[in-house]
């Protein structure tokens, strides 16, 4: 009698909430974007730089862009596992070195008007084409050094400022690991012992995140740093207490790029969002709104800027820093252990 | 029999009969009750919210149209195109921008860009002078459409600047001088779209991508624009499952879309609220449900179960068992006709009783009358044999008759062929001739195919004797005649005397069927009671009056039965 009861019961129960009308929802149809008027990026980069690009490649080109955001390795990890069905059409934003690493994900695709590059910053098949391009500069402190102090990578293994040196760590930051390769190039003599001679200027003081260098500098904490031009004019413009730094013995200038994924599921939008942010438009606003370099020979950089022939540049062999990128972490992690007991 | 189990069984299906009568209907109506609530809910919000978007697209239409007439009023003006290529400021275009501009200055502000994209003249507080980009965002949108665009101010290109932006490019001989913008801030939207909606609802404005333009003060921090686009890039459907409702409308000049954000109609508490009353009420009817199955199935078990207790008494033989009426329903009636039939029940077993008293009283008295036989035979051999060797031939007859007449009384069942009983009579008459020498004559007639029938001993022997020793007691001589005959199904015994008949005492006594009143007579009466016994009570000795007044004529109508493979009947 009692079981019976509780089913009667059980049963009232779900008549009760089952048979609720569905409420109509407003209808999508002819709102929702067909495949064809879709493009999915993946972007590594900030929203100060991505947001606006993609708001007037989809008001130039009707296509609608659903934006992935995250750090450069989660996002190529990502694009790796999703191989075999690949849900993104382009990777925006990464380091050249980086998009070097994960080839075999990316589709060569050269933009129409290739030729209006800068010479050096692309070779013909990489798997990328190049968005701005970010040369490597040292900083200091306008108090704590005077000017004509630093002037280039050599003065930074004198023992002068042994210890005062703000520099990320390599393991971490990519950008730290460019500069680091990027040190090791310009001065004469095997690379492992430069580096070696390095790691003892910096007397064990690793920072762990490429943003505190021009804090650090800034601050006082450190005399001198090595960072990317961007981030050292972006602190500059919030009034950082800090000069930079052009090194004589030349320093890289290593673009970030732009990907095509191989086997996208829109590689017609995916071209086009890429010949997008090659094109004058983008590359001026690139020069004019986010303190980078235009990677065209038709787009002027900035006025207050030295010009790109106005300190040397090196050829920055991305194949070898990608290839001996292992070796040298683990070289660094074990001096560090030397320096640091 | 157990009596809990039908017990249960009755009570559970009146209860569940109760529950089914009484919780169904019961649902069904708060089913139907809920839908209908719910669907008028829905209906009256979505009209309420359909009529809330159109006005706010109406305003916002209107607004759009208004400025889109201003700048292609500005952008038509020769001096207004003429003054963009010229250095320095001219009231002249200040009192052009403020005439066309007047009547929605409070609505929007209008500005004037050189080729360039610098400001020139602006009846905002400008911003800062802060060229806009030629070759990007609005001012490219302009000179490519050569029409008035529609765009959302981005927040990246500067904060401050406003929250959506009309365009459109001012052309002097098919070369762009200049660009006519009319800027929409959010306080303007916001003094727009201001008491068009009701309080508890949101307004978000998107662009063509679902960008946010504009979004009322309560949701500007949520990011719903974000998680709306993305709801649609994903395919699903806007609000599913969520707390809120949204209704959605274009705005067809510019493409922007109008967004209301609502509560759901049938929210959590009303829903709550409701299914709560529905609970409790389902509970009352359950409790009322059983507790008039249990009343009814009392009402009705109680008396049901002590009828069942007096049945059971009756089973075991107490007839004395009585119910208890009272009242007048159907089951009390019951009561009482139980009573009845217990009551005739134990009449009807004393009656038996009486009828089975009597057939013994009957057969003892048969019994007293045969003394001890082998006594008797002996005595009589001896007789016999007296009268032989003495040459006194009549005692020797009345011996072997009366030692005949014995062995016949009492051997054998209860029924005999007619044949024999008539030789027993025979010998019984050659004894009483040879007691009253000349006193009558006997005759016998009976048809000789009922001579197997069978008839219950010594039946005719008392009635022949009662003839002869009652009906000629007066000592008047006579004859008597037994007949026997077919009629139809039955044989017809007559025993006749011509005699002087039986005295209206002696007639009377022997209706009255009461042995001690019987008398003399007690051998008709045994008879009689035989025959009752035997062929049921209306298969008694009649009397039958003698013609001429004269004699008595006795008569027994018996079925006829034959022996049947040596069993008798």
Known sequence: MKKSMFCLLGALALLLSGCTPQEELPSLDGLSPSPEERLTVYTSHKEEVYGPIVKEFEERTGIWVEVVTGGTNELLERIHDEAGEPQCDVMFGGGAESLQLFEDCFEPYTCSDADQLKPGLRREGDPWTPFSSLPVVLIYNTRLVSSGELTGWADLLSPRWKGRIAFADPAVSGSSYTAAVTLMSCLPGDPWDILARFQEA??????????????????GRCSVGITLEETALKNLAQGANIAIVYPIEGTSNLPDGTALVKGAPHPGNAKAFLEFVQSPDVQTLVVSQFARRSVRTDVADRQDLPSAGAFPVISYDVTWAAENKEDFLFRWAQSLEEVVP | MSRAPSGASFQRKLTWTFLIVGVIPLLICLLLLLNIFRLSLVRSDRSSAESQLSALEGSLSALLSSCDGVLSDLSGQRL???????????????????????PYLKEADFSLYDASGALLYTTGRGDGGKPLPVNWGLLWAARQKGNTVFRAVSPYDAPTRGAMELCRAITLEGQTVGYAVARLSEDHLTQLFTGRYTSGSNVLLLDPFWDEVYSSPAIRETSLALQLRSQLLEGRSLGAGGEEAYSLLREERSGFLLILQRPRPMAGWVSRLFSLAATMSVLLCLTLSLAAALWFSRQLFRPIRSLNDAMAAVEEGDLEVRMEVTGTDELSQLSGRFNRMTQRLG???????????????????????????????????????????HDAPQVSTISADLAHILRQSI???????????????????EIQKIRFPGKFTYTIRAEEDLKQALVPRLMLQPLVENAIIHGFEDGSHGTVTVSVRRAGEDMVLTVTDDGCGMSPESRKRFLSRDPAASGHHLGLYNVDAILRLHYGPDRGLRLLSHPGDRGTCIQAILPIREEEGGEAL
Do not use: C
Request: aromatic share 6%; proline share 3%; no cysteine.
């Open chain 2, 80 to 102: 207004v195109a003429d003054a963009m290529a010229q250095e320095g400021k001219s009231t002249l275009v200040y009192n052009a921008l403020y005439n066309t501009a007047a």
């Open chain 1, 202 to 219: 910096l007397g064990g003081n690793i920072l762990s995140d490429s943003g505190d260098v021009t804090a650090a500098v800034d601050s």
């Open chain 2, 411 to 429: 051997s054998g069942g209860p029924f005999v062929p007619l044949s024999q009983e008539l030789l027993l009579l025979e010998k019984y008459v």
């Open chain 2, 347 to 389: 009449e009807n077993l004393e009656d038996s009783l009486l009828q089975q008293r009597e057939l013994s009283a009957a057969q003892v008295r048969m019994m007293q009358a045969q003394l001890n036989p082998h006594f008797l035979y002996n005595t009589l051999d001896t007789l016999k044999w007296l009268g032989k060797i």
